[in-house]
């Protein structure tokens, strides 16, 4: 098999696909690795740091699509990488299929094998989303904090507060791994944190762990209640499968919401929970509506490409151990692997993404039927 590792043009991405120690781990099982000079730069790994893990250097994209067949990145193909892609090739990385209908039909038309980190499943668990969004969820209350400050534009609360003075008021939206996090590092920096979800198990597990959380059941009243009093809100909805994230927070439920507060929506790849969202990048991170922060960055791990490439590259590696193995065989034999598998071949094999756009749906079971017989 031959990997290529190319360079994230998303902008502001500066993570890479695979490190030079797990570039290493590809080598030994005697597979070819192609990466395109520069690629990892903004992680701190030098071309000379993947030369002597064994692979190769090539200039340009087009060179490394030209010569690879699997294409293992950080972040969904942009417009400029279009052209490099065909049937041979299988993707494989952050895919977020839900808002980007353009890219999903290029996916379908050059019949690439396109698989998602994001819906790769062992039982309930992300494996290959969860690094990435602890990193999220633990910015989130960061940023968050930063942009209080009166001079970025925010309401002008320190988050700890001060003696005498009451700590921000934050609400995480979520129970799940961002929001975890978010919870836990908002806590630490001395926040009155409270927690809303919609099942009270995730709650109870959360409250063991981090006593002094507050927590609450979602039910409209409570969660507008709560939005009002807020001085941070942090959304980590995720809805599994790939279906884009819920609309809670409509602009009226903004309009009740505290001049200069800040809002952080982490969910913003799957197209964000409010009704104000939209993408935002690193470099010009956040916009104003109804006297709201909206902190939307759609790569917020990117900020810390260094932690960010490790984990990733440390979370995604048996899997492109399997997959550089056979494509076919490894989605066959791993269950984890074929809820990956967003389109293939032609066909949308994500039920969520072909709802969202209008594609018809194909099982990726049905496909490998299809595969086995021409073999035949």
Not at 24 to 47: C, R, T, W, Y
Not at 275 to 286: D, F, I, K, L, Y
């Amino acid at each position: 098999m031959i990997i290529g590792i190319p360079k994230e043009v998303k902008t502001d991405e500066y993570r890479v696909g695979i490190t030079p120690l797990n570039v290493g781990v590809l080598i030994k099982e005697n597979h070819k690795v192609i990466v395109q000079s520069g690629a990892g730069d903004g992680s701190g790994f030098s071309d000379d740091s993947y030369l002597n893990a064994g692979a190769q250097i090539v200039s340009s994209a087009k060179e490394l699509y030209n010569m690879a067949t699997l294409i293992v990145k950080v972040k969904e193909p942009q417009s400029s990488e279009y052209d490099f892609l065909n049937e041979k090739h299988t993707l494989f990385c952050y895919l977020h299929l839900a808002p980007l209908r353009e890219l999903t039909s290029v996916l379908v038309e050059k019949k690439v094998c396109a698989i998602a980190y994001e819906t790769v499943a062992v039982d309930n668990e992300l494996p290959l989303l969860k690094p990435m969004s602890e990193i999220a969820g633990k910015m989130a209350p960061i940023v968050a904090a930063y942009h209080l400050s009166r001079y970025q534009g925010g309401e002008g609360v320190l988050i700890s507060g001060t003696d005498g003075v009451p700590s921000a008021k934050v609400l995480v939206i979520g129970a799940g791994n961002a929001g975890f996090n978010a919870a836990k590092i908002a806590l630490g920096m001395g926040a009155d944190v409270t927690v809303i979800n919609r099942s009270a198990p995730k709650l109870q597990e959360l409250q063991k762990v981090l006593p002094h959380v507050k927590t609450a059941l979602y039910s409209t009243q409570k969660f507008e209640e709560l939005l009002k009093d807020s001085d941070i809100v942090i959304s980590s909805v995720l809805i599994h499968g790939g279906s884009s994230a819920p609309k809670l927070i409509t602009r009226d439920m903004l309009k009740s919401m505290k001049n200069g507060a800040v809002f952080v929506d982490i969910a913003i790849d799957q197209g964000g929970t409010a009704e104000s969202s939209r993408p935002t990048t690193h470099t010009n991170p956040v916009f104003t509506q109804e006297g709201v922060l909206h902190y939307c960055v759609a790569n917020m791990p990117g900020a810390y490409p260094k932690t960010a490439s490790v984990a990733l590259s440390n979370a995604t590696i048996s899997y492109v151990k399997k997959l550089s193995n056979g494509v076919v065989e490894a989605i066959k034999n791993n269950s984890s692997l074929a809820l990956g598998v967003n389109v293939f071949k032609g066909h949308v094999t994500n039920l969520a993404v072909s709802k969202i756009h209008g594609f018809e749906f194909k099982e990726i079971e049905s496909c490998l039927r299809e595969i086995s017989s021409e073999i035949k």
